[in-house]
């Protein structure tokens, strides 16, 4: 098993570009998140999926948008890039209480 | 909603000594407590939880304890080798089943062994 991956490791974005971060677990875990990770800070909870078709926000959605077509397949949007964005991002799956993250994307706002 | 505070922010300990990190959480109805692991440049990788209806927990050279009536929870590793530094963060939330339950994290303590 691969767990979660993520693509890009690392990109960088215009203010006002849009990008989706792209994250595959091949555990089928129903459940799916997405995080932000910003310097010497915990991680904060931006989406979060119970479910193909199953989405919702979590503490810190605005900026972004996410679907859920598929169990294995949850892709983070960020429509209009801003500098407030500038973040590592990390998606995770469960099957159940414990979590587990993938390898995060570096995202830079210039 | 849920506040963890973790402490210390920085710790550094001789190879082969202890090392304790600890954390408070402000919402009664969290029950599950994990503690992961983050290297540079990694995503954070599960070491061990604990469940509320648990008091204490071990792995090896790692443990877990939990105090419901304080809400605290402390991490606590054994004869500490040059591996094990690393960024620790501790988690909380008030896992109902259903999926619907981000954790809420710590601000993540740096573990230093000095050799």
């Known amino acids: 098993n691969a767990g979660v991956t993520q693509t890009p490791k690392f990109r960088i974005l215009k203010i006002g570009q849009s990008m989706t971060l792209q994250c595959t677990q091949d555990m089928n875990h129903n459940y799916m998140y997405w995080y932000r990770q910003d310097p010497g800070m915990g991680l904060k909870l931006i989406y979060y999926s119970v479910g193909a078709g199953i989405t919702d926000k979590g503490e810190v959605p605005n900026g972004y948008n996410v679907s859920r077509s598929t169990t294995e397949d949850f892709p983070l949007r960020l429509e209009l890039a801003a500098p407030s964005q500038t973040s590592v991002y990390f998606c995770?799956?469960?099957?159940?209480?414990?979590?587990?993250f993938g390898p995060g994307t570096r995202l830079l706002v210039l | 909603g849920e506040n963890v505070e973790q402490h210390p922010s920085t710790l550094s300990v001789q190879e082969g000594d202890s090392a304790v990190i600890k954390c408070t959480y402000s919402d009664s109805a969290s029950n599950y407590f994990p503690w992961y692991k983050q290297e540079l440049g990694k995503g954070p990788q599960l070491i061990i939880d604990?469940?509320?209806?648990?008091g204490e927990k071990k792995d090896q050279r790692i443990a877990v304890t939990l105090n419901k009536t304080a809400k605290h929870f402390s991490l606590h590793i054994t004869e500490t080798q040059p591996e094990d530094s690393a960024v620790y963060f501790c988690?909380?939330?008030?896992?109902?089943?259903?999926?619907?339950?981000?954790?809420?994290f710590g601000k993540g303590t740096h573990l230093i062994i000095q050799p």
């Open positions: 995770a799956s469960s099957a159940g209480e414990a979590q587990y």
């Open positions: 988690a909380a939330t008030p896992y109902s089943g259903g999926g619907a339950d981000g954790l809420t």
């Open positions: 604990i469940r509320s209806n648990v």
